[in-house]
């Protein structure tokens, strides 16, 4: 029976074809992974800022509550089996508290939402413990940590002053205004210290050389620039340690989180930076 020998043989090649595309599609599944190795460039060392200078770095024991509010590059600096943040922060003394997805104020960390962040929920800010737990009656956050994430340095244009887009539109002046609104609010909180986290540069297939140079160019206004004129504010700048010297990731993943060794290298910037800027603000 010609025909029936003719359906069977179909029928085969269907289910082998159907067969060979699932594993085909399996097998690509189990190549996805991170990049092609990146030649990791020599990292420079972290110059400290003009207004730290003069400022003791040596570690010394506290008892201060200390909020971070991030996202995911955020949870795995802090984390032991990456950049080890909170262990560190912890065997000085301090009271490690977060705040990201998932609560009121870890939600919307973006350049443009810091300042009607802290303008509508600074006293909540300064009395979380772990998302929407707060801390006991009487205690608050002396020292309050705030990042955005990866995408924001993606600054697409130099923008003009003093235009204030309110859509969020990503350029140096946009971001420039969107940090120097938060100054008045931190004053009002002179026992507390304020650090800005610059957000971490994009891995350069993901971003243009034009952009990754306005990252740069802005991140060195909010390190050096923008907390000159107020003790009780300070930057870090996480961008500038995990940068190439073209304002690319330098410690890349399969996207743009940073890796295991450039958070550790961020911790060990970390320490000293925060110890001058609390004998800065009178905390220590």
Known sequence: MPNLTVLRLIVALLVLSAFLAFVLNACGKK??????PVQIQEPESLPTPA???????????????????????????????????????????????????GSKIGEHTD??????KF?????LILKTKHQDQTLPEGKTNQVVLFKSCYPNSNIH????????????????????????ALLPMFARHPDVLFVAVTAPPLLQRKTTPENAARAKEFNEWLVNEWPKAHKNVATFDFFGVLRTKEGYLNYPTRDSHPNKV????ATQEFLPFLYRALRRAAQI
């Not at 190549?31 to 092609?36: A, H, I, S, W, Y």
């Not at 350029?171 to 205004?177: D, E, G, I, R």
């Not at 450039?262 to 290298?265: A, E, I």
């Open 157 to 180: 244009a130099p923008g003009e002053k003093p235009k204030w887009d309110p859509q969020g539109l990503a350029t140096v002046a946009n971001y420039k205004l969107a940090y120097q």
């Open 262 to 265: 450039g958070n550790r290298r």
């Open 51 to 101: 207004y730290l200078q003069g400022q003791e770095e040596a570690p010394v024991k506290v008892d201060l509550n200390l909020l971070f509010l991030h996202h995911s590059c955020g949870s795995n600096w802090l984390a032991g089996d990456n950049g080890g943040l909170r262990q560190t922060l912890e065997k000085q003394g301090f009271q490690v508290h977060n705040a990201t997805y």
């Open 111 to 116: 350049v443009i939402h810091w300042a009607p």
């Open 119 to 123: 303008q509508e929920h600074m006293d």
């Open 31 to 36: 190549e996805e992974g991170p990049p092609p």
